[in-house]
């Protein structure tokens, strides 16, 4: 009977160190593995996150932008004309894009033809109104002058957010469209109390309440919807970008640079704001520049204020 020796079973040090480089090797494609799943998973979460932020950039845009529409019936050149007895001209409605339609004026001079291009918020273009509002309705209302009135908004920003130059503009297009009789009382009327620049402005229910002041009857509801809606909003911007970038039909000047910019016959009036007496004067000798190149039958010519 023999007995064997006692065995060693344990790993020789060339398997030990085969078995930690397997175990390492291991290891490490595990690892790779690991960072190739969170690398999928990470761009995966960027690919989301990045689709959520473009998906709120393209609402938040396309909420702001107002579909293209066509501009108000009545101001197919941009502005609204008001002739003898304050009787406005009928016009159909701009077309999205559409060129505007300049106005036919008295090319003889025997009426004078006062254009205005105004802004709201402008606190000169209130002076102004103040000043020879009345003025320019009694000359329009005898018959001695037309009156074309160009809302724009040049002052959008100047209004702590709220756009209260661009609101009031749609707001004067919605009652040119639906109730044009009532135009220039309700363009008096947005003079009156008017807000400071950079202040927020009227919020649209003190407009309305503006819109039933002035003594509109027609259409209130649609009229109120309108300035809600903000319909005539892609007009307005278009008509301010026309009056800046020009030209200017039958103008002695190529573009509007600033508001009020005021026309008659054609030639801009440069001067005082405030002087009722001064605008007649320019408004008369407007009309006899113009008169005197024609032999027109005279009518009643505009006076100056008393």
Same mark, same amino acid.
């Given at each position: 009977?023999?007995?064997?020796?006692?065995?060693?079973?344990?790993?020789?040090?060339? @398997?030990?160190?085969?078995?930690?480089?397997?175990?390492?090797?291991?290891?490490?494609?595990?690892?790779?593995?690991?960072?190739?799943?969170?690398?999928?998973?990470?761009?995966?979460?960027?690919?989301?996150?990045?689709?959520? &932020?473009?998906?709120?950039?393209?609402?938040?845009?396309?909420?702001? &932008?107002?579909?293209?529409?066509?501009?108000?019936?009545?101001?197919?050149?941009?502005?609204?004309?008001?002739?003898?007895?304050?009787?406005?001209?009928?016009?159909?409605?701009? @077309?999205?894009?559409?060129?505007?339609?300049?106005?036919?004026?008295?090319?003889?001079?025997?009426?004078?033809?006062?254009? %205005?291009?105004?802004?709201?918020?402008?606190?000169?273009?209130?002076?102004?109104?103040?000043?020879?509002?009345?003025?320019?309705?009694?000359?329009?209302?005898?018959?001695?002058?037309?009156?074309?009135?160009?809302?724009?908004?040049?002052?959008?920003?100047?209004?702590?957010?709220?756009?209260?130059?661009?609101?009031?503009?749609?707001?004067?297009?919605?009652?040119?469209?639906?109730?044009?009789?009532?135009?220039?009382?309700?363009?008096?009327?947005?003079?009156?109390? *008017?807000?400071?620049?950079?202040?927020?402005?009227?919020?649209?229910?003190? %407009?309305?309440?503006?819109?039933?002041?002035?003594?509109?009857?027609?259409?209130?509801?649609? %009229?109120?919807?309108?300035?809600?809606?903000?319909?005539?909003?892609?007009?307005?911007?278009?008509?301010?970008?026309?009056?800046?970038?020009?030209?200017?039909?039958?103008?002695?000047?190529?573009?509007?640079?600033?508001?009020?910019?005021?026309?008659?016959?054609?030639?801009?009036?440069?001067?005082?704001?405030?002087?009722?007496?001064?605008?007649?004067?320019?408004?008369? *000798?407007?009309?006899?520049?113009?008169?005197?190149?024609?032999?027109?039958?005279?009518?009643?010519?505009?006076?100056?204020?008393?």
């Amino acid at each position: 009977m023999s007995f064997d020796g006692p065995r060693d079973d344990r790993p020789t040090k060339n @398997q030990r160190r085969e078995a930690a480089r397997l175990k390492a090797r291991q290891l490490r494609e595990d690892q790779k593995k690991k960072e190739r799943r969170n690398r999928v998973l990470l761009q995966g979460g960027i690919i989301v996150v990045s689709l959520a &932020i473009v998906t709120i950039v393209v609402l938040a845009i396309t909420s702001s &932008i107002h579909p293209a529409g066509p501009g108000p019936k009545n101001m197919a050149s941009d502005g609204i004309l008001i002739g003898a007895g304050m009787e406005p001209v009928s016009t159909p409605a701009l @077309q999205p894009k559409a060129t505007p339609v300049a106005s036919k004026t008295d090319e003889t001079g025997t009426v004078a033809s006062i254009r %205005i291009y105004l802004d709201y918020l402008c606190p000169y273009c209130g002076q102004f109104e103040k000043t020879n509002g009345e003025q320019i309705k009694q000359w329009v209302t005898s018959g001695a002058a037309t009156v074309e009135i160009h809302p724009i908004s040049l002052l959008t920003s100047k209004s702590a957010g709220t756009q209260y130059s661009l609101r009031a503009a749609n707001a004067a297009a919605c009652v040119a469209n639906y109730s044009p009789d009532d135009f220039y009382a309700f363009n008096q009327e947005l003079f009156k109390d *008017q807000p400071e620049e950079g202040s927020a402005g009227l919020d649209d229910s003190q %407009i309305k309440k503006l819109v039933k002041t002035a003594g509109v009857t027609t259409d209130v509801s649609k %009229i109120n919807d309108c300035i809600d809606d903000l319909t005539f909003k892609s007009w307005v911007l278009d008509a301010t970008d026309r009056a800046l970038t020009g030209p200017l039909p039958n103008a002695s000047i190529p573009s509007v640079t600033g508001t009020p910019t005021v026309l008659v016959n054609g030639k801009q009036y440069l001067g005082s704001l405030d002087d009722p007496k001064e605008f007649a004067s320019f408004v008369l *000798q407007a009309a006899g520049e113009t008169y005197s190149t024609s032999t027109a039958t005279p009518t009643p010519k505009p006076t100056a204020a008393s």
